[in-house]
């Protein structure tokens, strides 16, 4: 039987030819591929600069360390996410400290971020959770008010819209995804987006073991240069085999985010006769690029989330748990022990992933639909 599988990256003939054409070129590691994919990205979004690296968690490793943050600090984030967005906090020392989500939008709660502030926060890392824009503005204004840095996590958010404005440039440090299960890919690969030259020097410096001349300009010169390594760094550097998939990628975007909000808005208008289900939706300030469509079932739900999962995969059709919580995961429980976020743990309980990818076979979108609806008695 064949199984729908609950995501698929959209990879053609162009990005082969790409990936084949940087294999020939003999320049395969971070050079001139990497340098265009940053520019086009920098241009797309519609900031100065544009940094790649080697996925979203090492993006967010440097944002926290061009941050200065480290040891004795505390980053206020939600546990309701992907696990890297916590595990990057640790690897600068610093302790992540979580806070509840608004159970309409998946994003951070304000009020109980606000608090959750004490006298060692230095930041807060805000999710753009399966890519719904966040409140920028207010968790800007809340950071100006209290001295904090913001920093994005805006790895399923590439294309999502903001107070008419890309994701990426609303702030300094705005970290992105290229790993398959987001809207585009390079395989693994990441970037970080800024309108500030000093961190976009500081960036580049960590991404290629904190050394004073890249390899490009080291290549390139005519005359011997003796490159210096100013402070420890890193080999978070992107490949130009990526990059040269990456520029295909980011040609394709806008009609990968029209196709899969047209799904979407099939799947919603499909399911809102339901009251006991739950969907994400565009938040009243922005647009949503639909990295993910999520389904929650609310009380009255004759099925739990589990059994409707087990139904789905029986009529051949895969889903996923919904946003995981770090809390509850064992690499947290053993090392901040005791922590209830209650409105986090019933939201990612209670909700699942269904399929939606481009191009996806109008029978197949149907198919889950109705699957959905009848197993939940519709
Ligand atoms: C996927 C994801 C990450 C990690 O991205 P990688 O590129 O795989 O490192 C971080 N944060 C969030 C919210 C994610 O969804």
């Known amino acids: ?44 979004v519609g900031t100065r600069y544009a940094v790649a690296v080697s996925s979203c ?12 943050i480290g040891p004795g600090d505390e980053v206020i984030c939600p546990s309701m996410s992907y696990i890297a967005t916590a595990n990057s906090i640790r690897y600068v020392g610093a302790t992540p400290v979580f806070a509840e989500i608004d159970p309409h939008t998946y994003n951070l709660d304000i009020v109980d971020t606000e608090s959750r502030i004490t006298s060692r926060t230095k930041a807060i890392l805000l999710v753009h959770q399966v890519g719904v824009p966040a409140d920028i503005d207010q968790f800007s204004e809340l950071a100006k008010r209290h001295g904090l840095m913001l920093i994005e996590d805006a790895a399923c958010a590439i294309g999502s819209i903001y107070k008419q404005k890309l994701i990426g440039s609303n702030s300094d440090l705005v970290c992105f995804s290229f790993h398959p299960r987001k809207i585009v890919t390079t395989g693994d690969g990441g970037m970080i987006t800024s309108n500030r030259q000093d961190y976009v020097e500081r960036l580049k410096l960590l991404r290629q073991h904190g050394m004073s001349v890249n390899d490009r300009t080291r ?20 490949t130009d085999i990526q990059a040269a998939v990456g520029i295909k990628q980011l040609e394709r975007l806008p009609e990968i985010i029209e ?41 009255g739900s004759p099925l739990s989330r589990d059994d409707l999962m087990r139904r789905l995969l029986k009529d051949g059709i895969s889903s996923r748990r919904g946003i995981m919580t770090a809390h509850r995961e064992t690499a947290y429980r053993n090392y901040m022990p005791g922590i209830s976020l209650p409105i986090s743990e019933a939201a990612s309980d209670s909700s699942l992933v269904i399929p939606l990818y481009v191009p996806m076979a109008r029978e197949d ?7 959905v609806r009848y197993h939940l008695g519709a």
């Open 1 to 44: 039987m064949r199984i729908i599988p609950v995501a698929k990256p959209l990879l053609g003939v162009e990005e082969a030819q790409a990936a084949y054409d940087a294999v020939l070129s003999g320049w395969v590691t971070q050079g001139p591929r990497v340098g265009a994919f940053e520019e086009a990205f920098a241009r797309y």
């Open 219 to 238: 290549h390139e010169a005519r005359s011997i240069i003796f490159e210096d390594h100013l402070e420890l760094g890193y080999n978070y550097r992107m």
């Open 259 to 299: 196709e899969r909000r047209a799904i979407a808005k099939f799947y919603s208008d499909s399911l809102r006769d339901l009251p006991f289900i739950h969907t994400l939706r565009d938040p009243d300030q922005g647009r949503w690029n639909v990295q993910s469509y999520v389904i929650r079932l609310l009380e």
């Open 365 to 371: 979108q149907e198919f889950v639909i109705s699957r």
């Open 57 to 68: 968690t090492t993006a967010l490793h440097l944002s926290l360390i061009v941050s200065g």
